[in-house]
């Protein structure tokens, strides 16, 4: 078991500062879990780590996309495991650092998506026939295919 130290919270809650300073004393290197960060060009809109501070502690998944480049959940689980083995491998700590709570948790949980792309195509189909129908008629149709998850929703649950 890889032991890791994670600092989560809100922006601007002072996250940033106090990885920096657990993850020298503990001779640590972060791994950013916010779903903003992983971009590009953003770093004031995502309270991007400066490159001064990237210069004194080492930081992973921070601007490694461009802005146009989808990235999920499941991608994140999957890079921030990596990650954390190979940082654990030069006997550094992974220090998670982040605010976006689906990231965290799922990582934490040890979730385990299923490699499955989202068929576009099929979901925009969908999404028009609900705007041509309405919602009532979608979720009747939900029903007769899958009661439980058609309980759990309403009839202007679009998204679902």
Same mark, same amino acid.
Request: hydrophobic share 40%; charged share 30%; glycine share 8%.
């Given at each position: 078991m890889?032991? +890791?130290?994670?600092?989560v ?5 002072g996250?940033t500062?106090?990885s920096m300073?657990i +993850?020298?004393?503990f001779g ?11 971009y590009k060009g953003f770093?004031i +809109?995502?309270?991007?780590?400066s ?6 502690v ?6 490694i996309?461009?802005?146009?480049e989808?990235?999920?959940?499941a =991608?994140?689980?999957s890079l921030a495991?990596?990650?954390i ?6 006997g550094k700590i992974?220090?998670?650092?982040g605010?976006?709570?689906l990231?965290?948790?799922s990582?934490? =949980?040890g ?11 099929l979901r925009?189909n969908?999404e028009a ?8 008629i979608?979720l ?7 009661k439980?998850t058609a309980?759990?929703?309403?009839v ?5």
């Amino acid at each position: 078991m890889i032991k +890791a130290i994670f600092i989560v919270g809100p922006t601007a809650s002072g996250k940033t500062k106090a990885s920096m300073e657990i +993850a020298k004393l503990f001779g640590g290197e972060i791994i950013s879990a916010d779903s903003m960060q992983i971009y590009k060009g953003f770093p004031i +809109a995502s309270a991007a780590p400066s490159d001064e501070e990237k210069k004194q502690v080492p930081h992973h998944l921070v601007e490694i996309l461009e802005p146009t480049e989808k990235f999920s959940v499941a =991608d994140f689980v999957s890079l921030a495991g990596r990650t954390i083995k190979e940082v654990h491998s030069r006997g550094k700590i992974p220090v998670i650092v982040g605010g976006t709570g689906l990231y965290i948790n799922s990582l934490i =949980d040890g979730i385990v998506f299923n490699s499955e792309k989202t068929d576009e195509t099929l979901r925009e189909n969908i999404e028009a026939e609900f705007d041509r129908l309405g919602g009532e008629i979608m979720l009747k149709r939900l029903y007769e295919i899958d009661k439980e998850t058609a309980s759990k929703l309403s009839v202007s649950d679009k998204r679902r």
